[in-house]
């Protein structure tokens, strides 16, 4: 069983920047793809970035190309997320995604999945 857990969410201005960060635990775990997700209120759930397991391919919402940054420790079992040039609309709660196979984590139905984090940018 794989458990994904988040930090670093907050309230930030437009223009500024935050990290988030998943801790992954489970069996296996430096071989899964690992990813993040968000879903603004009253909207979906939309893919944002992953990485697979050894981070030599990264793959970004068109969204969020040039601004976020996702990278992996697999020391560590962490997954990040640098998040530069926030805007009001990146305003969402963002989880952390875990799978065996890239092409589920990059098509919403991941095995697993955080809890979430709030990330909330003011104009």
């Known amino acids: 069983q794989v458990q994904l857990v988040e930090s670093g969410g907050g309230l930030v201005q437009a223009g500024g920047s935050l990290r988030l960060s998943c801790a992954a635990s489970?069996?296996?775990?430096?071989?899964?793809?690992l990813g993040w997700f968000r879903q603004a209120p009253g909207k979906g759930r939309e893919f944002v970035a992953a990485?697979?397991?050894?981070?030599?391919?990264?793959y970004y919402a068109d969204s969020v190309k040039g601004r976020f940054t996702v990278s992996r420790d697999n020391a560590k079992n962490t997954v990040y997320l640098q998040m530069n040039s926030l805007k009001p609309e990146d305003t969402a709660v963002y989880y952390c995604?875990?799978?065996?196979?890239?092409?589920?984590?990059?098509?919403?139905?991941?095995?697993?999945w955080g809890p979430g984090t709030q990330v909330t940018v003011s104009s």
């Open positions: 995604v875990a799978d065996s196979l890239m092409t589920k984590v990059r098509a919403i139905t991941p095995s697993y």
């Open positions: 489970g069996r296996g775990i430096s071989n899964y793809a």
């Open positions: 990485t697979n397991w050894n981070s030599v391919l990264t």
